[in-house]
């Protein structure tokens, strides 16, 4: 009798152990017809984490309007990233906006099957996922925030409560593996007019920033995105590498963007593998919802899949990047992409509305290749008063150290002198064409300067900020009326952040905030 009831005892944790937590979302029980909103995303996500030692969540942050933003951390040991010179950490953020809601009805299935029939998945990597970045754009059914901010444009700005939750927590952990899940529109009116939706159900896109390590590009164009499209298409999704643009008329097709003011350049200019999936959106926002998301959970489940084959590997790149970061003396603050002679085509899946039928389009006008316009020697160190009060809430938020000029000191500065400014078009958005020249002085730096140096982890990122020819840097974000740094353009005068060869005989020290 006793071995009777050990026996059964041993069985019923085992099958706990298997099934660890079974039930369904909420999508799933209206029958794929009805989004979660933010209230039953957190019913469901609460008792999910209650049922297994793999997993515990945690706030990050709230919205505008005051709603939690929960993230999820999953690891098959009892601390968290506690076997970090081993196991890289992933981290992966959905729906930052409001209208592409599948990413986070599929965050909360991918939830349950890595405690389930893809627990295995946390044997070489800890997984951060944030199912739903922005709450208050979900449950309105709209794109941005409650502040109308596009949030995928603030990661230079940083001036949003749910972008910058994110940032801080990617600066907490410093995660290897980044993936921002999206969804693409893909009935879009040039298409339509030539007589094709795009049809590529998921698609992948890796970093192109060429201020990035090349060993982090080239894994990310050469071995992961095909092993993960390979993947996503055995599971019965069309899969093709990340584009933006449409081939009509003179509009360039290109693989995405080289901003880092997106979720995934912005992490990936710390040298980290950073990723964004895009899924196919069918019109309206449940339209062919079921399909959809089942999708992303073939996406995300096949990107942590390539993750787990190649996690040392991946952990090594990242390492060996970040370790190079100080050795580059160039900032390339100006690219632009451009064809590649031998493949003037693109073939891209899509539904010919004219035959009805899915198929193969070759488009025209394709820009594959990323150059550069435009680099400058990295400084040793950035300088600017102390009045700068905006400059440093920035600075703050993206936790790049400053230090303070103790005494009045003799330096030699190169100063920028703004020559001319006009409006212009990179990547089909609206910028600044700053022409400046420099000027080499010595000055005196009075006590209480705030000085940047260009080292540690935002050693990359610094640069691109602060320069004011930089196609990314404060000065050219234009999305974000409120918070806007073009005053520091005005023609004839000096630019307000001054630059220095050497910082050794400065006699400085850590700034702090009297608030903190």
């Not at 603050?333 to 493949?343: E, L």
Request: glycine share 6%.
């Amino acid at each position: 009798m006793i071995k009777g009831l050990f026996s059964l005892f041993f069985l019923l944790s085992v099958s706990s152990h298997i099934q660890a937590f079974d039930t369904p979302t909420p999508l799933e029980k209206s029958g794929w017809t009805t989004l979660t909103p933010h209230d039953q995303l957190m019913a469901y996500l609460k008792p999910l984490a209650d049922s297994s030692r793999k997993v515990t969540i945690s706030t990050i942050g709230t919205s505008v309007s005051g709603k939690s933003i929960p993230a999820l951390f999953f690891s098959e040991d009892a601390v968290f990233a506690s076997q970090r010179d081993k196991k890289p950490v992933v981290l992966m953020i959905c729906q930052q906006h409001g209208n592409e809601p599948s990413s986070k009805e599929a965050a909360m299935i991918v939830a349950r099957r890595l405690l389930n029939e893809d627990a295995g998945l946390l044997k070489n990597l800890d997984l951060i996922l944030v199912p739903q970045v922005n709450p208050d754009g979900s449950d309105a059914g709209k794109r941005r925030n409650a502040n109308d901010m596009d949030l995928n444009r603030n990661h230079v700005i940083l001036s949003e409560p749910e972008s910058n939750a994110v940032h801080q927590l990617f600066l907490d952990w410093m995660p290897e593996v980044t993936v921002d899940v999206h969804e693409y529109n893909a009935v879009l009116d040039s298409w339509v007019k030539a007589g094709y939706i795009k049809d590529a159900e998921e698609m992948l896109g890796g970093v192109s920033n060429l201020n990035i390590d090349p060993e982090i590009i080239d894994f990310t164009r050469n071995i992961f995105i095909p092993e993960t499209g390979e993947g996503i298409e055995q599971d019965g999704f069309r899969f093709h590498r990340y584009i933006v643009g449409d081939p009509f008329e003179e509009n360039v097709v290109r693989y995405s963007t080289t901003a880092i003011n997106d979720g995934r350049q912005s992490m990936g200019i710390y040298n980290t593998l950073s990723f964004i999936i895009e899924g196919k959106r069918y019109g309206n926002l449940t339209n062919e919802l079921e399909r959809r998301v089942k999708g992303q959970v073939a996406a995300m489940l096949n990107f942590l899949e390539t993750t787990d084959r190649h996690a040392k590997a991946m952990r090594s790149i990242v390492s060996q990047a970040r370790l190079r970061m100080a050795d580059r003396d160039q900032s390339l603050i100006q690219m632009d992409y451009i064809p590649d002679p031998d493949t003037p085509t693109l073939a891209f899946p899509v539904f010919d509305l004219y035959s009805w039928t899915h198929t193969t389009r070759e488009l025209e006008h394709f820009k594959p290749w990323v150059k550069v316009k435009k680099s400058v020697s990295k400084p040793a160190a950035y300088y600017f008063a102390a009045s700068e009060t905006d400059l440093i809430g920035l600075l703050k938020r993206h936790r790049i150290s400053m230090r303070v000029l103790v005494k009045n000191q003799q330096a030699e500065s190169e100063t920028y002198r703004v020559r001319h400014v006009s409006d212009g078009i990179d990547e089909e958005k609206h910028t600044y064409l700053v022409d400046v020249e420099k000027m080499v002085q010595n000055e005196t730096l009075v006590a209480g300067t705030i000085i940047v140096p260009v080292a540690g982890p935002a050693s990359n990122l610094i640069p691109l900020l602060l320069e004011p020819e930089s196609t990314w840097g404060v000065v050219a974000t234009r999305s974000d009326a409120k918070n806007r740094f073009d005053g520091y353009l005005a023609e004839g005068a000096p630019y307000p952040v001054k630059r220095l060869a050497s910082i050794e005989n400065l006699d400085t020290e850590e700034r702090e905030d009297p608030a903190e």
